[in-house]
């Protein structure tokens, strides 16, 4: 009989307190996948349930997904500014862009140095 074992930590990987998430360059994600924790927060916060949220991510343990839950909930300062970051305003601001009303990207012309 084989015994099943969890997924060993690579060596980016920092372990937090709570068992499916670890943190990869400052993220938390969901141990074994490149699933940011803060995907499963949005999700959660949008009023998925965590079926919901196994059928969008299907190779993910119910366990991890309630754990990635938990983790949002101890560390919801830091997962709202980092999904506040990511907003697509907030991306467009920092690249220089802005979207039309059709929804098409829009960067300004480059300036001439001369």
Do not use: C, W
């Not at 360059?25 to 959660?44: C, E, S």
């Not at 500014?81 to 829009?106: C, K, N, S, T, Y």
Request: proline share 8%.
């Amino acid at each position: 009989m084989t015994a099943i074992t969890a997924p060993q930590a690579e060596p980016f990987e920092h372990h937090t307190e709570h068992p499916h998430v670890v943190q990869v360059k400052g993220v938390p994600i969901v141990r074994g996948t490149r699933l940011p924790v803060r995907l499963i927060a949005q999700m959660y916060r949008a009023g998925d349930t965590v079926e919901d949220i196994l059928q969008t991510y299907p190779h993910l343990h119910p366990a991890a997904a309630h754990d990635a839950i938990s983790y949002y909930l101890d560390h919801r300062g830091e997962l709202e500014q980092e999904i506040a970051a990511r907003h697509i305003e907030q991306v467009l601001a920092r690249a220089g862009a802005r979207m039309d009303e059709r929804g098409f990207i829009m960067f300004a012309p480059p300036t001439s140095n001369g």
